[in-house]
């Protein structure tokens, strides 16, 4: 088996086994040998405050309990919502907690928000569930998340981007996206934002630069002034290298002025010193700054990391489309030692997860096997929620539950375990609801009463009966009406081999 088939098969024993179970045939040896699956201290640092009390081991086979309701809605007014259940800000767990929406904000967060005067009309919905903010992808590549895993052809592992980016397999593999983005542009990019929906994702970082209406209203993008605000963040895609010196001095002085307040840019992906040796450019370029958001840093060591701290500068990390294309990945502790912020996001489909659910759990695994489980459940729902927020400078709007944020809401079928720990073992079924500004749009099909949308449709994901609410119920304009099977159909016409929404685990 050569060593690409047999990451393919550990990073799928990862995903079928939702933690860091080592099976007898896993076939990546960690080299830590059983020890490191005992009791593990790293772990006691989790402040998750479960149901059972206790704080469990990170890396302990993950409980996966029964669902202990399947929760109620009581109808009230429409634009207020009173959520029930045990509530993760994530700083604090409320266990049991409230979460009182009014329009499509945040108004309390507590044990008890009855003392606010929306909660006595509002739209009661009786979770059984665990209530998180709606996770923070901060990358991804939105437009090409119907395509399902690229093989190489012959497979093997690459040294950096430019390797596989430059075979023709590679440029094949894609070419429907650039080939219909003309005419159904729309629908692969709507489709990618349904993905992320239906993963909990409610805020994603990546989307096709374009003006066209039909994009941003299935998941808030970072980018292009969600929430009313101004657009102050800048990406870049090609690489450090393509960034001439007129372009550098203007980034380099809208970090300083504040125009820019997130600079997202492809940086050090890949294993060779070619990748490492774009951090040096960006250095000389001035663009090592606070607002600097390195995607993967792959390359990077305790030098570039040191400076990266020093500056304030975050770092997006992709463990499985990593450990795909490179056989390795970034050395997040040597990061989070040099004090850099640390966000987990899945990249795209053809070498990523399909969510950020799967994400965190690829994460955990390859931290248990080689960081002696370094990184908690904790500190994972933080890398999804509260730590990516703050790395794009959207963190007064979302990646916490707190009064005067988005009501960007996610809910988890309750298990009665850790609450950090529910949200890092659930499957894609496990999501009951996902609120976008307010508005239930995904969720349990017993709870669609909760949602004011009209045109919803039924969605089966993996065995449990959910509804989604795609289309906008009034505007027709630039394919706003069209509904999940429309999309999908659109899709299929050019790509009979799309990758359902519908993601399984074993
Ligand atoms: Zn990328």
């Known amino acids: 088996m050569s060593n690409r088939l047999m990451l393919r098969f550990f990073l799928g024993a990862s995903l079928a086994l939702s933690g860091c179970v080592r099976e007898h045939n896993d076939p990546v040896d960690s080299g830590l040998g ?28 993950p409980a996966r309990g029964s669902v202990i309701g399947a929760g109620s809605v009581t109808a009230g007014a429409a634009n207020h919502y009173l959520l029930r259940g045990r509530v993760v800000s994530p700083d604090v767990v409320f266990a049991p907690g409230e979460v009182l929406i009014s329009g499509d904000r945040i108004v309390c967060v507590d044990t ?29 590549h939105t437009q090409y998340n119907y395509l399902p895993i690229w093989v190489p052809n012959p497979p093997g592992l690459f040294q950096n981007r430019g390797d596989w980016a430059a075979r023709n397999d590679y440029s094949d593999f894609t070419a429907s996206v650039n080939d219909n983005e003309s005419a159904h542009v729309c629908q692969q990019v709507k489709y990618g934002e349904l993905r992320a929906l239906v993963g909990g994702t409610t805020t994603i970082q990546g989307t096709f630069n374009s003006n066209r209406r039909c994009f941003r209203t299935l998941v808030n993008n970072a980018e292009y002034g969600p929430f009313g605000t101004t657009d102050r963040m800048r990406t870049n895609i090609t690489g450090v290298d393509a960034i001439d010196a007129m372009d550098a001095t203007t980034i380099s002085g809208q970090m300083a002025s504040g125009d820019v ?3 997202v840019i492809h940086l050090g992906e890949g294993i060779d010193e070619e990748s490492r040796a774009e951090f040096d450019t960006l250095v000389e370029k001035n663009l090592l700054a606070a607002q600097t958001v390195v995607i993967h840093g792959t390359a990077f060591g305790a030098t570039e990391f040191a400076m990266m701290g020093a500056a304030g500068a975050k770092l997006v990390w992709s463990p499985f489309s990593n450990l795909l294309l490179y056989g390795g990945t970034t050395n997040v502790p ?31 695994r390859h931290s248990c096997e080689n960081w002696d489980g370094r990184l908690t459940n904790e500190d994972l729902v933080k890398m999804v929620t509260s730590i990516p927020a703050h790395a794009l400078a959207l963190d007064d ?36 609801m996902v609120f976008l500004s307010g508005i239930p749009r995904y969720g349990d099909a017993a709870l669609m009463a909760a949602t004011p949308r009209t045109a919803c449709e039924a969605f089966s994901m993996c065995g449990s009966d959910k509804f989604i609410c795609v289309p906008d119920n009034t505007d027709g304009t630039d394919t706003l009406n069209e509904s999940l099977m429309s999309i999908q159909s659109t899709i299929e016409m050019f790509y009979p081999g799309i990758l359902p929404l519908e993601a399984c685990e074993g």
């Open 334 to 364: 040597a990061a989070l030692d040099a004090g850099v912020s640390v966000s987990l996001a899945p990249d795209w489909t053809p070498s990523g997860s399909v969510s950020l659910l799967q994400e965190m759990r690829v994460a955990r």
């Open 261 to 263: 307040t997130a600079y």
């Open 397 to 432: 709007q979302v990646g916490t539950l707190a009064p005067g944020l988005a009501a960007d809401v996610l809910v988890i079928a309750d298990r009665g375990g850790d609450a950090y720990a529910e949200l890092v073992n659930a499957q894609m079924q496990d999501i009951r």
């Open 34 to 61: 059983d020890d490191a699956f005992a009791e593990n201290d790293a772990g006691d640092t989790d402040a998750g405050e479960g149901a059972d009390g206790g704080v469990p081991d990170t890396c302990a086979e």
């Open 112 to 140: 008890d928000c009855s003392s606010h005067s929306e909660a006595s009309d509002a739209t009661v919905v009786e979770t059984a569930g665990v209530i998180y903010p709606g996770i923070v992808d901060a990358h991804n």
